[in-house]
């Protein structure tokens, strides 16, 4: 994608940094089971807690602090409730939703025709896996299979302390032709009672 920000050269994602209860768990996850190598390891000083840095490809890494003192998880604040999952999206819309702050999800990018491979793969090792989601600029935003319109597909799935991770495979460079915007007003606080309004009469359908 062209570089377009005239302010800042940025040049992509340093690392991002994640909390994990049980460091051991977490290398066990994302090295064992994803197979991304440890890059580097650090006791912090004062007896803290640790900061590792997993590989995750294209020179950008994925960073988990352990904390002797941080508090537990707190599903639907600290994290989504529950996977995205297209199957189950019906049962529960609000299932993914987490708290202002949070990180909600984390995507890797892979490409496109590797997406059905993975999600086998990584049902082989015992995850459990959304079904393919075909993001398009259809009303209801997403297609049962890879037409002109999606723009990205996904997968989703859970790392041990219910961080949602996702494999995304960008389909096409975003185009106007094919329904992508970039003109929606922000929203604010303001506009809540709107949206709920929205919500009630989708639920009512
Ligand atoms: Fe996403």
Redesign the pocket.
């Known amino acids: 994608m062209e570089q377009t920000n005239t302010e800042f050269e940025l040049r992509g994602l340093n690392h991002c940094a994640l909390v994990c209860k049980d460091m051991q768990r977490t290398v066990d996850f994302y090295s064992g089971v994803l197979g991304m190598k440890l890059l580097k390891t650090i006791d912090l000083p004062g007896g803290l807690g640790q900061h590792f840095f997993f590989d995750a490809g294209g020179g950008q890494a994925f960073a988990f602090f352990w904390f002797t003192e941080a508090q537990e998880r707190q599903p639907g604040i600290s994290n989504p409730r529950e996977l995205i999952d297209p199957a189950e999206f019906h049962r529960d819309p609000t299932g993914f939703i987490s708290s202002h702050g949070s990180m909600n999800?984390f995507?890797f990018d892979i490409a496109p025709e590797k997406i059905e491979e993975y999600r086998k793969k990584l049902m082989d090792k015992g995850i459990k896996v959304s079904e393919v989601m075909h993001h398009d600029t259809s009303p209801g935003q997403a297609a049962p299979e890879v037409t002109d319109k999606v723009w990205v597909s996904?997968i989703y799935f859970l790392d041990p302390d219910g961080v949602m991770l996702?494999f995304?495979a960008w389909q096409r460079p975003f185009s106007a032709e094919q329904g992508d915007r970039w003109d929606h007003q922000p929203a604010t606080p303001m506009d809540v009672p709107r949206y709920r309004k929205a919500a009630e009469e989708a639920a009512a359908e």
């Open positions: 999800h995507a996904s996702e995304a």
